[in-house]
């Protein structure tokens, strides 16, 4: 099974931007489709975006379109998420999570294997 660790968050200014990490215990782009999901206190969990494993495209939601990009490295070891323009909303903890089907998936029941999570808190 895959494991997945997510790093890069921090305490940051609204304003600012921030690259965050996961790296993936193995090459994900044959096996798994990829998520970024979010959890701001109280709430529920997020999706923000992902990495299709048919096809490999990436995307992210209507919501942070525009702020918000997923990319990865040659190796597809790792998934980055960039994030510009941070605003207080943004304020949550953020995971990474690997499923065995064709596409990413908004619902996060589908995802089998998760990360521990990186916070990302903005201050105004």
């Known amino acids: 099974q895959v494991q997945l660790v997510e790093s890069g968050g921090g305490l940051v200014q609204a304003g600012d931007s921030l690259r965050l990490s996961c790296v993936a215990s193995?090459?994900?782009?044959?096996?798994?489709?990829m998520g970024w999901f979010r959890q701001a206190p109280g709430k529920e969990r997020e999706f923000v975006g992902g990495?299709?494993?048919?096809?490999?495209?990436?995307f992210v939601v209507d919501s942070v379109k525009g702020r918000f990009t997923i990319t990865r490295d040659s190796a597809k070891i790792t998934m980055y998420l960039q994030i510009n323009n941070l605003n207080p909303a943004d304020t949550a903890t953020y995971y990474c999570?690997?499923?065995?089907?064709?596409?990413?998936?908004?619902?996060?029941?589908?995802?089998?294997?998760w990360g521990q999570g990186t916070q990302v808190t903005v201050s105004s």
């Open positions: 999570a690997a499923r065995l089907g064709g596409l990413a998936m908004r619902d996060d029941s589908g995802y089998r294997y």
């Open positions: 193995e090459r994900f782009a044959n096996t798994y489709s």
């Open positions: 990495i299709n494993r048919s096809g490999g495209g990436t």
